[in-house]
């Protein structure tokens, strides 16, 4: 914060906080850092301020000239990295190197630099901390090392600044509590001169003056949005101010800018500066100036630079230096705003900006916040919703809407077209420049900018004179650079693998053969081993900069450049098609079957009796669901095809399958060497029949596996289906699927599949384990890997130890339930997934159970649970973002080296809140980091063992 009226000051003493209220504030999530860059940052642009080598001690106290460092006591001589002394931290002495840094100049716009270095043989958890008295108003940790030195000794660094209501900050070095010791030697703090490293590299320098008045304003603003969790901005939020660049004045206004809070973090807030209409600043009228981490840094300006080379419209991105009020700030990314300057300054007549409206989706966000607390939301309901009830709106509205205009004919025209590309109601080609579409989404791809594709990130130009709709390419970047699914490399996979959601219309784009075609060619033209090398030749030196630049104020920057030449590198490898393996052709009678398992849509050339050749576009089809099926008249033995957009021609054999080898339409299981009265062939699909099931299905690999909607399967007299093959159980909420046991004998697994499996509206009920001459499963439905999604599924009344166990396999859980299960409910081990909504109830064991997992989980609910509602062990790293349990012996565990981070969750009627321990001597301690909790009737709140951890980021009322 930066107006508060106080001006505290606070003594030296032993620790005037204890452990547990550490544990509570420990790592505050706005402001921690970290790296693991090896690479040694020097300057030349500090000033050292004291610098203690713990070689000179009086007592309980290292001398550094006027300052006084608290933990002499701890002084030890078995390892040091200067001189001959170091301090040891372990759990019985766990804070060192204490201090209270107040400098003599209050100088609030003074950035500072804290450094020490540390021995850690044991990987001790251990930390660099700077707090405020007050620990909401600055609180730093770090506990990554930014430079390591052969000998082992690494370093830790925190920038921060002082604030009008602290001008005193506490330093000190904290060890976790295992047992060992970890060393810290030579800290030092310096003041950084950021003007100096502005004048070095003849950065600009932007400074904004306003009022007290205004600044109360916007600190009241911050704080608002702060507590809120968001920044939710209005009309009345402007204050006048004068703004001063390249020695010229000008007046304006400004605003806090910024959806998230990350954009207000410390003293660094973002603004929206909008020029009154006589000024312009490098030919812009209205900018914003925020956060460069907002943005990934170098990232979102590289995104840019190529945009700009292939004329695709962007705003102008630079960076400054940036005060107010004649307090530096820091460095800063200066945006232009969507303005008419945006549109001719790249050449382009004068036309509207438009974007869908937002409201919708930050009202339900908002409201979500304020009674779940922050972070906590169901994100993807109130994004669809938000999308539905979007209107479209072009910046700068009046100039748009008033006064019965050429302009307003151009918004009302863009608009149109806007609405027939959000309602899927023409082809993106009719509606779109092509050209700048696909390249575009291409290079969103090789840069990784994904977070424009999202429907609320989008904007888009109508060009007046082509009649189309242009990408304006911004926002590419969060603070961390957005990831695509597992196995996913580009955002067409996402699309092509259903990997998205369903209602972003973006999709369309990759459907459309126009664009796509344009789509690949700029990937291949763009990815190759010379343009890569010609990027970092025209943009080196500059990134080089901007890279030094940051690094003064960020230590642990770093641009990196391995990533992004190793993923073009990879997208280019993708691009070519397989031979005889990209397509897969079958004839079954006068019926042709072409399904494409390439990442890119296929050109299929057929040969016809007149010698003409027939082209069919085939897009890719990775769960065997868009089958392209043609009827022919004329025998066919082979076939031609290219991938979209490219000459290069490859060669498939048609697989034949004559009448003689049909049995009323279908192929049974004996001629295909295995056989089964409830399920028939055809080519590679093995369709199993409805009814009763007393006989063990066992479908080796080499198959599609379907059981189509409406079908009830029960399983009787121990039988169960077993595939090796991947299975599209695939019912409709009309027409869901049953597969059962009405004795509780029957059993299902599918396992060692190289394709995903698919399960729709689908119950699996009163279902047992395998066990078939020694063959013994733990769960009544099990994937062994076997990748799979699962949405709209039930599974009930299971006998066995768990209703559905999944292993060693990729996963995705959609609305699904859980309901009276005899032991646990969903139990992954060694799997890679995510949860996203689900209700647990009635269980004779635990909920959710993972082992060596890595998962994330949305929006789940538990009642009356047996035993835990999520217990995470061996080694797992689970993020729950949202849950609730009601009714359990324990809310949560986590144990055995496993971490378990939680946004938000509401535990009520349950015995023991959170437990952490370690149950295999294998293994270790665990972790838990709460970042919001609610408790009702919670009969003991937490239970930690020793050496393992329970962190509470903020505090809550029980």
């Known amino acids: 914060m930066i107006l508060k009226e106080s001006n505290k000051r606070y003594p030296l003493g032993p620790i005037f906080w204890s452990v547990p209220f550490l544990i509570v504030i420990a790592l505050l999530a706005y402001n921690s850092q970290s790296n693991d860059v090896e690479a040694t940052k020097k300057t030349q642009n500090t000033i050292t301020l004291f610098s203690c080598d713990l070689e000179s001690f009086d007592g309980a106290y290292f001398k550094c000239g006027d300052q006084q460092l608290e933990g002499a006591r701890f002084i030890t001589s078995d390892e040091s990295r200067s001189g001959a002394n170091s301090i040891a931290l372990n759990a019985s002495n766990i804070y060192g190197l204490t ?432 343009r890569i090398d010609q990027i970092f030749e025209r943009y080196g030196n500059e990134m080089a900069t901007y890279e030094s630049i940051f690094s003064e104020e960020y230590f642990y920057f770093a641009f990196d450049s391995t990533w992004f030449k190793n993923h073009n590198t990879a997208i280019r490898l993708s691009l070519p098609a397989f031979e005889n393996s990209s397509l897969l052709a079958t004839l079954d009678g006068n019926m042709l079957s072409l399904r494409n398992i390439h990442k890119f849509p296929l050109v299929v050339k057929i040969p016809e009796p007149t010698g003409n050749l027939r082209s069919e576009i085939v897009f890719p089809d990775h769960k065997h669901e868009n089958v392209k099926e043609i009827m022919l008249d004329w025998p066919i033995k082979d076939l031609t095809f290219s991938v979209l957009g490219f000459d290069e021609e490859f060669f498939v054999s048609v697989d034949p399958l004559g009448p003689s080898r049909l049995v009323n339409d279908s192929v049974s299981l004996a001629s295909n060497h295995f056989d089964h009265p409830s399920a028939v062939v055809n080519g590679q699909e093995v369709f199993i029949r409805s009814g009763k099931i007393t006989e063990s299905l066992k479908i080796p690999a080499g198959y599609r596996v379907h059981i189509t909607e409406g079908s009830n399967i029960d399983l009787l007299d121990h039988a169960y289906i077993l595939s090796e093959s991947p299975v599209y159980i695939t019912g409709t909420s009309e027409a869901p699927i049953y597969i059962h046991s009405s004795d509780r004998t029957g059993a299902f697994m599918v396992r060692k599949t190289n394709v995903e499996s698919t399960l729709k509206h689908t119950l699996f009920r009163d279902l047992a384990r395998i066990n078939d001459q020694g063959f013994s499963l733990t769960g009544g439905v099990t994937f062994y890997e076997a990748d799979l999604t699962v949405s709209d599924c039930s599974f009930k009344n299971s006998q066995e130890e768990d209703a559905l166990n999944i292993v060693r396999s990729r996963f995705v859980l959609t609305d699904v339930l859980f309901d009276s299960t005899a032991f646990d409910a969903f139990d992954a081990d060694f799997c890679v997934g995510a949860i996203n909504g689900g209700h647990f109830r009635n269980t004779g064991n635990d909920a959710i159970d993972f082992s060596g997992s890595i998962v994330e989980i949305r929006d789940v609910h538990m009642t009356n649970i047996g035993d835990k509602g999520i217990s995470v062990g061996e080694d797992s790293e689970v993020h729950l973002y949202s849950g609730w349990v009601d009714g359990a012996v324990i809310g949560v565990a986590s144990k055995d080296l496993s971490n378990l981070e939680i946004d938000h969750i509401s535990l009520s009627n349950v015995g023991t809140g959170f437990t952490v321990f370690q149950k295999k001597s294998t293994f270790g301690p665990a972790e838990i980091i709460v970042h919001k909790y609610e408790m009702e009737n919670v009969t003991r709140p937490f239970l930690v063992e020793d050496g393992s951890s329970l962190t509470f980021t903020t505090e809550n009322s029980l």
């Open 99 to 530: 201090t209270i840094f107040s400098p003599e100049a209050q100088d609030y716009s003074a950035t500072y630099h804290v450094s020490v270095w540390r021995y850690n043989p044991d990987n001790v958890d251990s930390w660099l901390v700077v707090t405020a008295e007050d620990p909401k108003d600055l609180y730093l940790t770090v506990k990554e090392p930014v430079e390591k030195e052969k000998s082992g000794w690494e370093q830790l660094h925190i920038v921060f600044q002082l604030g009008e209501n602290y001008d005193a900050v506490k330093i000190y070095c904290y060890a976790g509590g295992d047992g060992k010791d970890v060393y810290f030697d030579d800290l030092v703090v310096e003041e950084i001169n950021l003007e100096r490293v502005r004048d070095k590299y003849e950065i600009p320098r932007i400074d904004l003056e306003i009022s007290d008045a205004s600044l109360r304003k916007l600190q009241m603003k911050r704080d608002e949005a702060w507590k809120r969790g968001l920044l939710v901005s209005s009309d009345d939020d402007w204050v006048d101010a004068r703004v001063t660049a390249d020695g010229t004045e000008m007046d304006g206004k400004i605003r806090l800018k910024g959806d998230w809070v990350d954009h207000l973090k410390g003293n660094k807030w973002s603004f929206r500066v909008d020029l009154k209409d006589e000024f312009a600043l490098w030919g812009m009228t209205t900018f914003n100036l925020q956060r460069p981490e907002t943005r990934g840094f170098l990232d979102e300006w590289l995104y840019h630079k190529l945009l700009e080379e292939q004329d695709i419209l962007s705003p102008r991105y630079t960076f400054v230096l940036v005060s107010l009020n004649n307090d530096i700030l820091g460095f800063y990314a200066c945006e232009e705003h969507f303005m008419k300057e945006l549109v001719e300054s790249r050449s382009r007549r004068e036309g509207p900006i438009l974007k869908f409206t937002e409201d919708r989706f930050w009202d339900g966000i908002a409201r979500q916040f304020d009674s779940l607390g922050i972070s906590n939301f169901v994100f993807p309901d109130d994004k669809k919703t938000g999308l539905e009830v979007a209107s479209i709106r072009p910046f700068k509205e009046k100039k748009y809407t008033e006064g019965g205009s050429t302009l307003q004919d151009h918004y009302h025209r863009g608009s149109y077209l806007m609405y027939l590309y959000k309602n899927g109601l023409a082809n993106p080609s009719d509606i779109f420049d092509v050209e700048l579409l696909g390249k575009y989404l291409a290079i969103v791809d090789i840069t990784g900018a994904y977070h424009n594709l999202t429907w609320h990130n989008q904007r888009w130009y109508y060009n007046p004179l082509s009649d189309k709709l242009e990408p304006i390419g911004y926002d590419g970047f969060t603070g961390k650079t957005p990831v695509l699914h597992p196995g996913s490399l580009l955002s067409s996979d996402e699309v092509y693998y259903d990997r998205t959601d369903t209602y972003e219309p973006y999709r369309q784009f990759f459907y459309d053969e126009d664009v796509v075609s344009v789509y690949l060619q700029a990937l291949d033209s763009l990815t190759t081993s010379s």
